[in-house]
């Protein structure tokens, strides 16, 4: 499981840090994992960069994106959460920091998304990606294809 968002520090990265971390720390990461102990598979990850989402801090803690748990630096966090409020940039951000995390992730066996489809963000769901453009569908297949048959 690889996150940024469960760790203050990579929350508070610029957009341009974040899309790197995962090519310089996690592609590492993994590559030393595969030598050490054989087969290495990220097990779930998203496009998130923040904890937005109903119940993911735990049931009765809050989050950031219905403003029960706040600090001055994340009024506007909530936001990042509906696909209305996307601007092409922050359309763009998701789509490269997806990407370099799939990059990052097949210097192993691979990855699995979490989750296919969510009710409330599409941050975490795959099909909501897919459709707003900022996850390609087709890595798992060109991964899977690459892997097996080239």
């Known amino acids: 499981h690889q996150y940024l968002i469960f760790d203050y520090n990579l929350i508070r990265l610029s957009r341009k840090r974040q899309v790197r971390f995962p090519c310089d720390v996690w592609s590492q990461s993994i590559q030393q994992s595969t030598a050490k102990f054989g087969p290495t598979l990220v097990g779930e990850f998203s496009s998130a960069t923040n904890d937005c989402a109903t119940w993911l801090n735990g049931i ?38 997806t990407q370099t995390q799939m990059d990052a992730f097949e210097q192993g066996m691979g990855w699995f998304y979490w989750n296919f489809k969510t009710e409330t963000n599409a941050l975490w769901s795959y099909f909501d990606g897919v459709e707003q453009g900022y996850v390609r569908y087709w890595f798992c297949l060109l991964f899977f294809f690459s892997r097996v048959w080239l």
């Open 60 to 97: 009765g803690v809050g989050s950031r994106w219905d403003g029960t748990f706040i600090s001055d630096e994340d009024k506007a966090a909530g936001q990042q959460n509906r696909v209305g409020y996307y601007t092409p940039e922050y359309r763009k951000f998701l789509s490269d920091f």
